[in-house]
């Protein structure tokens, strides 16, 4: 058993007397009470917890705790600013994306990812990006609409935008 | 525990009962002019908000009769508070087939507000006060139809009714739109929120005319979810997300082969380990759909659970498990394929001699499906709470009616005594029909005395699944010279649990098509004994029996030299003596000319690219989808595009109507290209994603989808949309190879999607 002291969406939480082997997606479900990173799998193979680590995206049903301290974890509660959903979010709205929704959580936080590193990408770079992302009611023709709408929005604005709260923090 | 007396004909009556429940479905009145009893309506008070508050029966008039609870059957309702907030109840579960948002809709159309006014929650779960509530069979839409409209139209009616008093003029003059009441030769407007205290003095009206489709405003629009915004958050909406109070955390080991039995664990050692609260041994209750037997272990968490498990010893008795072998079961099915059939299920003509007849061309063909599995996003789960007696579950089930009595009879108490929240489903496709993770949750929660989530590892949920079953399908048919269909057969090698009939999803179930489309024609079955559990799979038979009858009418149109499009339009012309519910040929050759001319049918794509057809009835819907694919030398496999045309009435949500078959479109290919449930002594695998596989978004085909809208009843989507997909792409590899796959998967017979 050990303690450790998490990053989450830029709040810090005191997690005491866990495995160390507990991945993260339990502490964030059972612990924290951090339930929209879902389980799907785990054993990283179906993207439904998908979160970042340090803005890229990772596993969260794969990764022990102990190899994510010190580490800035965001998760889908984190993404919006408030009540100023994140541009991805709109767009799935907009695009009316979800069916039973429990795999889109994971999607957007793949998309989102993508976008950080890549405000405009191509249909290619956007099905590369979410190949570990499976959603089993197939909405993928509308995630791939509200990424390409985000990705037009950015170019339109020249390249290289994203929400203020996503920039990278100063350590 | 006792077997529960619905059992007596096993799994597969119980399944049966099931499915039949929500096959019922009930014939809404013809006439748009409704007729409304007094006690249709219940007027509701103390609500917070006040304001009118309507309750409706969803109950047909005989249900009612028969249920002598004329009082208090309804089982929606909706709400205008003063401060004009308009709160509409969905009454069914929301597994993603989209009716918390397209049952509401209905209701507002008649009431002709504006959709921004109105709030939509998930009603109670409560069979004396609401009636029956189920999501399955795609019967949410057309049993709540008539319903729903009424329940609008007659509240607009009492608004109607409350302005005219206030104004002195009569309701005929009176206009609503967007929750106002208008008068336009005065101006004179006043909001639904104004009118709502004066509406709830009104009586109901005894009679309702309902609008006509051209006038409906909302209907036909496209609405996204209400629950969009809480989904794209992150909110805690699913079965799997619910804590309650002073919660522990479960797990529950099975047999790995079904019907197995503990013998004894290392529960000693189990207990000793860190986080493990408690751990124990349930018998079951002899009904493999509600609680089989296993081992129990109560956390402090799911993953001290999980650890925990994994050092679990085990002694089964497999006396009575399952001991079937795919390889085994297929050898002894390909012998009966050549013998008479055990069971005629419709046959006219003679089949035999037509095959015979020198003059015809005969084809025989023979077509193999492997099991599958629903493998829902969401793995298995529920939260259940007992105290005193009394307890509360928490789940995403299809059927929580059927979880209420469940639970009642495993824990011998009152069903009032058990109280269901109805969550949001990551998914069902028909698994969640059956409660038995329900069951055990509650199983446990009994046995700990307090509160317990309990949580299914995917491998879980793979392994006590309820399979849509495998098959073999011996097809024989011929063409006369002219070209003609005289001849169609399909005997069905399929399995049984009982020894006298097919599992669940494992029969013919004859609608008309293509057997009464030729003079000679024959359905049958021959069983084989099965020990794996089986159960209702989107769109339970017709997902396979699509794909082996319209793809062996593809054969036919071949032998006898005829453009595939052209020979399926015939077929469907000569359908004779209709079956009622059946397929109208009409509607039927209308989505398929309308998916054939929308997707260029008869243009020449060149080699190794194709088009293929197919049609198919199901769940009362008419679906016809055009598929357009490349295949090469290697069978290296792309479905460029697929075009649906579908009648299934009116829509209701053209946004989520197409989600509907766009998704369905997608499961059917990715079931089709490469998943497949095997066995081996009656232990199941693969067990995880890594090697069942999903579809991918590359491998994504465009969807465009037409729906001809017409007054039919309407049905629901989340069936008829699956089953033409399969045939329609095998038709299509065969046009671009000559080559005719008859195995699925599709990576049995080599193919891979590029
Ligand atoms: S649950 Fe982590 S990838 Fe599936
Ligand atoms: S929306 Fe259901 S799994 Fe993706």
Redesign the interface.
């Known amino acids: 058993?050990a303690n450790y002291s998490l990053t989450i969406n830029n709040r810090r939480y005191d997690v005491a007397n866990?495995?160390p082997?507990?991945?993260i997606l339990?502490i964030l479900?059972?612990?924290l009470?951090?339930?929209?990173?879902?389980?799907?799998?785990?054993?990283a193979?179906?993207g439904?917890c998908t979160i970042h680590l340090n803005d890229s995206p990772a596993r969260a049903c794969s990764l022990p705790i102990s190899a994510v301290s010190g580490m800035r974890i965001t998760?889908?509660?984190g993404?919006?600013d408030g009540d100023v959903?994140h541009p991805l979010?709109q767009s799935?709205?907009?695009n009316?994306?979800?069916?039973?929704?429990?795999?889109?959580?994971g999607q957007?936080m793949a998309a989102a990812a993508l976008l950080n590193r890549n405000p405009t990408p191509t249909d290619e770079e956007?099905?590369?990006a979410?190949?570990g992302?499976?959603?089993?009611?197939?909405?993928?023709?509308?995630?791939?609409q509200s990424i390409r709408d985000v990705a037009n929005a950015n170019r339109k604005k020249g390249g290289k935008s994203w929400p203020d709260h996503l920039t990278p923090m100063e350590d | 525990m006792a077997r529960p007396p619905d059992t007596d004909g096993g799994l597969t009556a119980y399944l049966d009962a099931l499915v039949g429940e929500i096959t019922a479905g009930r014939q809404p009145p013809a006439t748009s002019v409704a007729k409304l009893g007094r006690r249709d309506f219940i007027k509701l008070s103390g609500l917070a908000g006040g304001g009118l508050v309507l309750g409706f029966s969803l109950k047909t008039p005989t249900a009612r009769a028969t249920t002598g609870k004329n009082e208090l059957v309804f089982n929606a309702y909706l709400q205008i508070t003063p401060a004009g907030d308009i709160v509409i109840m969905a009454p069914n579960p929301e597994i993603g087939q989209g009716v918390k948002t397209a049952l509401p809709m209905i209701v507002a159309e008649e009431l002709d507000v504006r959709w921004n006014d109105v709030r939509v929650m998930q009603s109670p779960i409560d069979a004396d006060a609401f009636g029956r509530q189920f999501a399955g069979g795609s019967r949410s839409i057309p049993d709540n139809w008539q319903i729903l409209r009424r329940a609008g139209a007659s509240a607009r009616a009492m608004l109607v009714a409350a302005a005219a008093a206030r104004w002195g003029k009569s309701a005929g003059e009176l206009e609503t739109m967007d929750s106002r009441v208008i008068h336009r030769t005065s101006g004179q407007s006043a909001g639904y929120g104004e009118l709502a205290e004066a509406a709830a003095r009104q009586s109901p009206p005894d009679n309702v005319r309902l609008k006509d489709r051209k006038d409906f405003r909302l209907l036909g629009r496209r609405i996204p979810g209400v629950d969009n915004r809480a989904i794209v958050t992150g909110q805690a909406l699913f079965g799997i997300d619910q804590s309650p109070n002073n919660l522990s955390y479960a797990v529950y080991h099975k047999c790995p082969s079904v019907g197995g039995k503990v013998v004894s664990a290392n529960l000693d050692h189990i207990k000793t380990l860190n986080g493990i609260q408690d751990a124990f041994i349930l018998e079951g209750n002899g009904n493999p759909g509600e609680l089989k037997p296993g081992i129990a272990i109560v956390a402090d968490s799911t993953w001290a659970a999980l650890k925990a498990r994994d050092a679990l010893q085990v002694q089964w008795d497999t006396s009575t498990a399952a001991a079937d072998d795919w390889d085994a079961l297929a050898a002894r099915a390909a012998e009966l394929s050549s013998k008479p059939p055990q069971q005629i299920v419709t046959e006219r003509g003679d089949v035999a001699q037509a095959v015979r007849d020198p003059s015809n061309k005969a084809r025989e063909s023979y077509y193999t499906h492997h099991f599958v599995a629903h493998a829902p996003m969401e793995p298995q789960n529920a939260a259940a709470w007992h105290s005193d007696g009394r307890i509360e579950i928490w789940s995403g089930t299809q059927t929580p009616g059927r979880a209420i009595s469940a639970v009642a009879a495993l824990l011998g108490i009152d069903s009032k005594n058990v109280h269901l929240h109805q969550l949001r489903a990551g998914g069902g496709f028909g698994r969640r029909l059956i409660n038995d993770p329900v069951c055990e949750a509650a199983a446990i929660a009994q046995r700990i005395g307090g509160s317990v989530k309990l949580q299914w590892t995917r491998e879980d949920d793979m392994a006590n699944d309820f399979f849509r079953v495998g098959g073999f399908h011996a097809m024989k048919g011929a063409v006369n010279s002219a070209g003609e269909l005289v001849a169609f057969e399909d005997h069905l090698i399929t399995f049984s649990e009982n020894g006298t009939d097919p599992v669940s999803g494992g029969a013919l179930r004859p609608a008309g098509y293509p057997e009464n489309a030729c003079a000679n024609s024959r359905l049958a079955h021959s069983m084989l004994p099965l020990g794996i559990q089986c159960g209702p799979w989107r769109a339970p038979g017709s997902n396979t029996t699509a794909w082996a009858q319209q793809s062996f009418l593809g054969e036919l149109a071949a032998a006898a030299g005829r453009d595939q499009l052209e020979f399926l339009i015939e077929t469907l012309q000569s359908i004779t003596s209709p079956v009622p519910g059946g397929v109208d040929k009409n509607r039927a050759i209308a989505t398929v000319k309308l998916a054939a001319s929308r997707a260029g049918w008869g243009r020449n794509e060149g080699k190794g690219r194709g088009m293929g057809v197919a049609f198919y009835y199901s769940h009362m819907g008419h679906v016809a989808q055009v598929a357009d694919i490349s295949v090469d030398a290697s069978k290296r496999l792309t479905v460029h595009k697929v075009t649906v045309a579908a009648d299934v009435g009116p829509i209701v949500n053209l946004s989520g109507a197409e989600a509907m078959i766009q998704g369905a479109v997608v499961d059917a290919l990715s079931t089709m290209a490469g998943q497949a449930i095997g066995f081996k002594s009656g232990v199941i695998s693969p067990l995880n994603f890594d090697q069942y596989p999903l579809l991918r978004i590359r491998h994504t085909p465009e969807v465009e989808v037409h729906f001809i809208e017409s007054d039919n009843e309407p049905t629901g989507l989340g069936e008829p949309g699956l089953p033409p997909l399969a045939p329609a792409v095998g038709n299509a590899i065969f046009a671009a190879s000559g080559i005719r796959p008859r195995t699925l998967p599709l990576s049995r017979e080599g193919y891979v999607l590029a």
Not at chain 1, 33 to 43: E, Q, S
Request: net charge negative; glycine share 10%.
């Open positions: 058993m866990v495995e082997d507990t991945p339990w479900r059972d612990t009470g951090l339930v929209g990173t879902k389980y799907g799998c785990g054993i193979e179906c439904a998760t889908i509660e993404l919006s959903l979010q799935w709205i907009d009316d994306v979800p069916q039973c929704g429990y795999c889109q959580a957007i956007i099905d590369t979410m190949e992302n499976l959603c089993r009611c197939g909405t993928y023709h509308r995630i791939r």
